[in-house]
């Protein structure tokens, strides 16, 4: 994961607007006096972050209040285990009938289907009731007890839940397999982050970082600079920066913050290998640049359950060449255009990846 981008210098000037969602608003004014706007929201667990540079300061408060409306929408619609849009398609789906979607939900399933094909299977959001089996339907961690059964564990994985099993028939969805249930946990973060850069490039921005929780997409520049983001090691802190060009997204899966922890200390951690049904621990964390966010979330997620026996499965699949994963001595293991991009921390590892060409 990614620490905050390096904007946070000057005085921050606070202005609180009502609401759930939206922490707070200020401007900051960088050292050059590049005032930058922004603003801090909680959803998904998530602090997210909007960071506006060269922002007239009214305009920028009037895409803060529109960007939490949507945020607050989007959390209702994609909670994987909460009363909601999702529920209810879920509800169908184990039901075995069809149900009414809207565009929206139609888009990400498609967009899902061909990810968990590229992906070779690696990230695939239909195995929701395997998420929730694990206890992992929670954001309460670390989630205590010992791992379901073996026999649990493969009853499921028997039954094969994957997107390809659910069919759109006009504005109508449902699923062919009643084991199917959608969680999108692996690509909330990269679907939001989109959609408030789509809405803030819409709406007439050109310098901005959306960062929630470490995972974000930037676009423009940090005044007359790229913005610089650092990215975080499991071990040692800092893994090093990157600087952004142009429009780009960086993600990072990581399987060391969110885990079961069973009686005898033993740790199984919240990314699934759907083929096996068991926790993926090849490496620690899987880091991410691509053109967008939803295909750099969903990438992350794959590459830790690739590891680096099978990193190439994916990163050719879904087109990625700018990756890097880290394994649990806190080593990384880069990619050739990814080690020209990557400004290493001191003392910190660079390996290229295995059986790189
Ligand atoms: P993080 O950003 O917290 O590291 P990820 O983006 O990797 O998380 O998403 C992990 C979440 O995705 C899990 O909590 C679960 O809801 C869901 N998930 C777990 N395994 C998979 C998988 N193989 N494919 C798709 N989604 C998964
Ligand atoms: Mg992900």
């Keep these: 994961m990614l620490t905050a981008p390096a904007v946070r210098t000057g005085q921050p000037r606070r202005l609180r607007l009502a609401g759930l969602l939206l922490l707070a ?20 667990g998530t602090l997210v972050e909007v960071s506006l540079a060269q922002a007239d ?45 809207d565009n929206d939900v139609l888009a990400l399933v498609r967009r899902s289907q061909t990810l968990e094909q590229l992906s070779g299977g690696r990230f695939n959001p239909a195995i929701g009731r395997l998420v929730a089996l694990w206890g992992f339907h929670t954001s309460d961690y670390p989630v205590l007890g010992p791992p379901p059964t073996a026999a649990a564990i493969e009853q499921q994985v028997s039954h094969r839940p ?18 199917v249930q959608l969680d999108f946990g692996g690509i ?19 310098h901005a970082i959306i960062n929630a929780g470490g995972d974000l997409r930037a676009f423009g520049q940090r005044a007359s600079r790229p913005w610089r983001i650092a990215v975080r090691n499991p071990l040692s802190g800092v893994a090093g920066s990157i600087d952004i060009r142009q429009d780009e ?11 079961r922890l069973a009686p005898d200390e033993r740790r199984y951690p919240h990314i699934i290998d759907p083929r096996s049904g068991w926790p993926a621990e090849h490496v620690m964390a899987a ?71």
Excluded at 73 to 82: L, V
Excluded at 169 to 179: E, F, G, K
Excluded at 249 to 259: I, L, P
Aim: hydrophobic content about 45%; overall charge negative; charged content about 20%.
């Design 25 to 44: 608003v200020s401007a900051l004014v960088s050292c050059h006096n590049d005032p930058v706007q922004h603003a801090e929201y909680f959803v998904f």
């Design 57 to 101: 300061e009214q305009d920028a408060v009037q895409a803060f209040t529109q960007i939490q409306d949507m945020l607050q929408s989007m959390h209702q619609d994609w909670h994987a285990w909460e009363p909601g849009r999702l529920q209810d398609i879920n509800q169908a789906f184990a039901a075995g009938t069809a149900i009414e979607a």
């Design 162 to 179: 994957s997107m390809a099993d659910i069919r759109i028939d006009a504005s109508l969805i449902y699923s062919t397999n009643p084991w």
């Design 188 to 206: 909330a973060k990269g679907l939001a982050v989109d959609r408030i850069a789509d809405y803030l490039k819409e709406a007439g921005f050109r």
């Design 249 to 259: 997204a960086v993600f990072t899966s990581g399987n060391y913050e969110r885990y």
């Design 287 to 357: 880091t991410v640049i691509a053109a967008d966010a939803l295909v750099a979330d969903a990438a992350a997620t794959a590459l830790v359950v690739a590891g680096l026996a099978e990193w190439r499965e994916v990163a050719d699949g879904l087109a990625i060449d700018t990756l890097f994963l880290t394994d649990e001595n806190g080593t990384i293991y880069a990619s050739k255009t990814m080690r020209q991009r990557l400004q290493a921390a001191p003392g910190v590892r660079i390996e290229a990846l295995p059986g790189e060409r």
